[in-house]
Structure formats: C-alpha cells, structure tokens
C-alpha cells in the first residue's frame, strides 16, 4: 500500500517548477510570501528586500480588491432564488413573499457566521498567494478556514482540470497527537528517535503529518497518516458539491494541475524595475558623495582646507581646489523615465487607481477609470467564482442544514445565485447603461418623455437588483401605492367636508327663518304642530 509520504514525494516533481516560478515571483514582491524550500526553522528568518515596493504594493493591493469583490464585507455575495418552475405547481404566487422572506433570514445567518469568524483574513491570505503563485488550498474545518500554501500540498487532477487527489504537509507538535497514534512499537519507538526515512528532519519535539485527500465517485475521502501509519480517528469523508477541500488558481492552462499568477504574467516589467531601481539609487547615492580635490602644487594643504570651518578664512587660490562630480544627470534621467513607464504599466496591471493630476478631474473620470481597470480581470473574477465562491457557499449550507442552523430547504425549491465577483461586475454595467438610456431619453425627448413612456416600478426593480439591494418590505407595490391614494383622497374629501361646514351654515337654505322647512325639522318632535287638514 501506498503511503501519503510516498505520494507526496512523488507529485512533488510536477509541482518543482511551479513553486520554483511562485518562488521568484515572491522575491520580487512579498520574500516572506512563498518559500521554495521547507526548512523549518524557530525565530524570523532574513528575507532580501527588494529595491523597489511596486510589487508589493500591487499584490496588497489587488488581494484587497478581490477579497472586497468576493466577499463584500456589508452586502450579500449569494442570493437563494426561487426556482420558477416550481411557481404555481407546488407552490401558489402569493406564497412567494414568504418564501422571500425566510430566503432573506437563512442569508442573513450564513453572513452572520462569515462576519463573526476570520474567513475573511484567511481569504485574503489566500488571494495573496493567488496573485504571486497562482496557487493555494483552503480548507474549511469546523474550527473555521485553514490556509495551505504551494509549498505546503501537491495536487493532481484529470484531463477536464477535475481533483482526484491531493496531499498536504504539515509540522505538528508530538506531543499533541500521542494520542491519537496506533498501538505500534514502530511507531513509539519513531517518537522516541526520528528515523532515517524521512518523517522527520531530525527534530525531538515535532514531526510530519500527512493528510491524504481522494476522490471516490461522488464524494472525497481522506485520512492522516504520521511515520506511516493511519489515525483512525482522522478518516471522514464529504460529497462532491460539499467539499471542504478548496482548491483555489488564479490562471489556468490546459493540461497542468497547477495555476499561474498574477506577478508571472509581468515578471519582465518587474526585473526591469527591479534593476532600474537598483542602479539609479546606487547611482544617485554616489552622486550625492562630495568629495574636494586639491591641485598637488597648490599651496592650499588638503589638512587646512578639511580643518577649516563653515565660514572660515584660508589662504590658496580657487582655481586650486575643485568637487568631483558624476555627470551622468542625463543617463540618470533616461533610467527615470523608462521607471516611470513601468511603473504605470504595472499599477495598471494590479488594478492600483493613478488618477489623472488636475484640477477638473471629475468624479465621474475617477469612476470610469475604476471600472476600466476592474474590466481587465473579468476571466480572474469568473474563474475565482467558479473555483472558490460556489464550493464554499455549498459547503456552507450543507453544514448548517446538518446542524440545524438554518432549516432544510427542499430539493428543487431554490437555488443560490453567487451575486458577486464577476457578476457584481455585471450589474455595475448594467446600472451605467440604465442611467446613460434614462438620461439620453431626457435630453432628446425632453423630461416629460420619461413620465409618459417609463415604468418608474421597473427602473426602481432594476437599479435595486443591479446594486444588489433586497427590495423586499423596502419598495411599495403597486397596491400599496393604490390604498395609499384612496386613503389619501378619502382624508381630502373628509377635510373639504369639515373645512366646508360653517360656509354651509351661514347659507340661505341653512336659515331656518328663510327655510321654513329647515325651521320645521330643526323643532323639537313634540313641538312640531300638527299637520292642517
């Protein structure tokens, strides 16, 4: 039998370029990030920090930019949706508020658990090692999201990009899985000495800890395994659609298990920075050297001349003493400029929001340039919806249907919509195109054209939708609207009743000495004379 440890030194070979690529990738933005090898070392390790802060600023940059996208912090990224067909079949229209409604509360609990953990700072993380690497593994354990870098797991999937198997490392203290080893001399006497087969790297108080991740059918199992033997109480298993073993490239290419990064596509631009940096900051730091020269048979001795204060008085001659200088200011500005070149390219490549330097720089200019940059990554957005929202909001429900957080929702009923990532996108597109037809419609056909020919209750459904606004209990209906107008004039007609009332009196019909029919049926019942014969 295979062990996982065999597995893992096996798939390392397809992985070695990769991590290699993520390796210098990382050199060049964040060191820390991504490290080639797996030493395992106490204290804080040097890292050579790179001349320029580029890099850095565009990774930190565009993972904040994807985590908000994913996973906005004060708006849902997922929506439940009734499924249509089911509509008036087995359930009947006016039931659909209801069901809208407890839709609403089950997203509402889901965002709760989301806010109170620290998926997002794990999201993040991961989004970090997505745009140096191209790659990372998440997995959703019940004590929350457990990040796996590159150097970290191997994995191997089919022709169609599918996962059939993967592997993770990781470094655990001995004395906290004691117990949950075999009874096996094998195995103690591994705790007391480390072997010579590579379990260990020779330290007394830790050692490896394989987790062996396959795909059975329609469901993944997987199990732990230290110096070779299984933890029994480590084996479990989930369905496909249920996962918790996430995953995650950033770019992918037919026929490789592993994806590719952000920093990747512009290696070139970063070594040429990079390079750049280093020699105009070495140049300008010996540029800005002074140093004095003094003419050998200059009667001015250089001691006299260090000697002398600011101000002081010397005897020689000026034409005696002269400052070295570089002059190299225009092959320093050459290398500026062509600096400044890349450094546009690659803040425009990492989404970094350069807006234009002028008084009348609009809003609006700031707005379109935003939505320009958010364009480039649109594939980015939709692989990463694909990848990483949708296993994990199914993984989410799955969890909270078992414990009875959120109630079961039958099958068929609804479906849920990921709202976010690329198709947040969508809507902020479809929101401009609304406004720039409303406003094209005032301008050639005046504002009144708008009241004639719109629906003001399907623009207000659609710029809600497009925003991602529930419009539930939020926009009155059409019948609302209705009682509030009957209501409304009932109120008018009161008030015009009551307002009219002393008019009515002081008129000539109201007199009862002009009326003498109002007289009569102003007199009291017993005082009214009795009709004459």
């Not at 909001?393 to 009875?404: E, P, S």
């Not at 004639?452 to 459904?461: G, L």
């Not at 109120?491 to 009332?501: C, D, H, I, R, T």
């Amino acid at each position: 039998m295979t062990t996982a440890k065999e597995r893992y030194d096996y798939l390392c070979s397809d992985r070695s370029q990769f991590l290699n690529e993520a390796e210098e990738a990382s050199r060049l933005t964040l060191p820390y990030l991504v490290r080639g090898h797996e030493e395992h070392m106490k204290g804080m390790k040097q890292f050579k920090t790179p001349w320029q802060a580029v890099g850095a600023k565009g990774v930190v940059a565009l993972a904040s930019k994807l985590s908000l996208s994913l996973v906005p912090p004060q708006t849902s990224f997922f929506k439940l949706q009734l499924d249509e067909s089911n509509l008036g079949q087995q359930f009947p229209p006016e039931v659909r508020s209801e069901l809208d409604l407890s839709f609403a509360k089950i997203e509402r609990t889901i965002l709760d658990a989301i806010a109170a953990s620290d998926d997002r700072v794990v999201i993040h993380q991961a989004l970090q090692h997505l745009v140096v690497g191209g790659n990372a593994l998440i997995f959703m354990g019940k004590a929350g999201l457990k990040l796996f870098p590159l150097n970290r797991y191997v994995i191997d999937r089919d022709g169609n990009g599918k996962v059939i198997e993967i592997v993770t490392k990781e470094r655990i203290s001995k004395k906290l899985i004691e117990d949950y080893l075999p009874d096996d001399k094998s195995v103690e006497s591994a705790i007391m000495s480390p072997n010579e087969e590579g379990y260990s790297d020779g330290s007394d108080d830790q050692c490896d800890v394989y987790t062996h991740v396959k795909r059975d059918n329609n469901r993944f199992i997987w199990h732990q395994e230290v110096y070779g033997k299984i933890l029994q109480k480590s084996i479990s298993k989930a369905p496909v659609d249920a996962n918790p073993w996430i995953p995650l490239r950033f770019n992918t290419v037919d026929g490789e298990a592993y994806g590719r990064g952000r920093v990747g596509q512009f290696i070139g631009d970063l070594k040429s920075l990079e390079a750049l940096t280093q020699a105009i900051v070495e140049g300008s730091a010996a540029a800005a050297k002074v140093v004095f020269v003094v003419s050998p048979s200059s009667t001015t001795k250089p001691a006299t001349l260090a000697q002398a204060g600011n101000g002081a008085i010397v005897q020689g001659r000026p034409d005696d003493i002269g400052v070295i200088q570089v002059g190299k200011g225009g092959d320093f500005q050459t290398a500026y400029d062509l600096m400044l070149g890349l450094e546009k390219r690659l803040s425009e490549a990492f989404l970094i929001l350069n807006v234009r330097d002028s008084e009348r720089t609009t809003a609006e200019e700031v707005r379109m340039t935003q939505m320009e940059l958010e364009q480039q990554l649109g594939g980015i957005f939709g692989l990463l919806t694909t990848e990483f929202l949708v296993p994990y909001l199914d993984r989410y429900l799955n969890v909270f249907q078992k414990t009875g957080q959120i109630p079961r929702i039958p099958k068929g009923l609804a479906k849920p919509v990921i709202v976010a990532g690329i198709n947040s996108l969508g809507r902020g597109q479809d929101v401009v195109a609304l406004g720039q037809f409303l406003q094209t419609i005032a301008q050639t056909m005046g504002p009144e054209a708008i009241q004639q020919y719109i629906n003001p209750d399907e623009v207000i459904k659609r710029l809600a939708a497009a925003q991602g606004i529930d419009v539930l209990n939020l926009v009155k209906s059409v019948q609302e609207r209705q009682q509030e107008q009957q209501q409304a004039q009932q109120a008018q007609q009161q008030q015009a009743v009551v307002e009219g009332m002393p008019n009515m009196m002081k008129a000539p019909v109201m007199d009862p000495s002009k009326n003498p029919a109002m007289a009569q049926a102003m007199m009291p019942e017993e005082e009214v004379p009795p009709p004459q014969v």
